[in-house]
């Protein structure tokens, strides 16, 4: 049975400079696990990546909020939601492609890969002017 053994929530404006703080924030609290340097890079990574999609894809022509959930569950397992109230994505399989972008420019389409590659199980939820929940599961070692 899967049981909190602890859990914060933050809500940030989707600006570039709040990226870190997630990043750092997120970090911090999962600290109290013990992490190996490994796992908290790839919890990092993911955070950024889910982070700067928000900040990107959601809010098009306007600013909005960027609302993160972390639980730490019991067996050394954490979970990160990271939700918007943007735009939303029409074809969230479609998103999940590596190298598929609406950005363009720089933008090399590889969020979801990304996030996938450092997290045990990623999940997308999302509605076309609702919103994007992307949801993130981590196994940390037991020490």
Known sequence: M????????MELLARSSNESF???????????????????????????????????????????YIYITVRILNDNKVSIK??????GIPDVEKAMEPLYTTAGGERAGLGFAVMESFTDKLTVHSAVGRGTTVIFHKQLQTR
């Open 2 to 9: 899967i049981k909190i053994i602890n859990q914060f929530k």
């Open 22 to 64: 997630a990043r750092a924030a997120i970090a911090a609290f999962i600290s109290q696990l013990d992490p190996t340097v490994e796992e908290l890079s790839d919890i990092k990574t993911a955070v950024s990546e889910a982070v700067t999609n928000c900040i990107v894809h959601a809010y098009k022509e306007q600013l909005g």
């Open 82 to 87: 990271i939700k918007d109230k943007g735009c």
